[in-house]
């Protein structure tokens, strides 16, 4: 279907040219068209064409690894830890297909999403879901940066889930949040420090 990634095997291919954190998540933000505004990436458009993009990007990203898994380049806690850059990589690029869609101008909030469980353990294997949490603050004491910051998240989430004609990344979990599938699925930053102190 796609006979442009054969370039991943090439001997100068991406599969010899990994990189680390940054280099994945660049190659996957360049995908989506993200550009740095108001301290937040946001991508060109939200629409089918950007994600399918970002399905093509992430698969090659994981091709090239398992390249290197096949091959023994790689050790298992390699390789683990490089799809946990992945999978950080796509939650950067899906945040700013969020971005653009939710707030592409002056943002309310500032949004930050914590890799849990094996993600942030850097333990992620191929077929794992990705478990976050989310915490934000509010831009220039903004009242309302909650309900922006919970859109946002939820759109990441569903860029990340959507059927297309390329199929779906993998399932976000936020339900490892201090009360699970009952709590809010945004925190506010002061919120959640004051949690866990209780806690």
Known sequence: KHPQAMSIFLSEGLWNNIGNRTSVTGRLLEAVGAKLSDGRFVAEADDEKTLINLRIAYRNEVIALAVRDLCEIDDLATVAERLSYIADGVIEAALSIAWRSVNPLK????????????????????????????????????EDFI?????????????????????MIWQVDPNLRPEGKAGALVRSLEGHIAYYERW
């Not at 930050?112 to 220039?140: C, P, Q």
């Open 107 to 142: 943002p309310k909030s500032e949004l930050s999403v914590i890799a849990m469980g094996k993600t942030g353990g850097r333990e992620l294997n191929y077929i794992s879901d990705v478990d976050v949490i989310y915490v934000a603050r509010a831009r220039d004491d903004a």
């Open 147 to 167: 309900d922006e910051a919970t859109k946002v998240a939820s759109r990441m989430m569903q860029v990340c889930e959507a059927p297309t004609s390329e199929g």
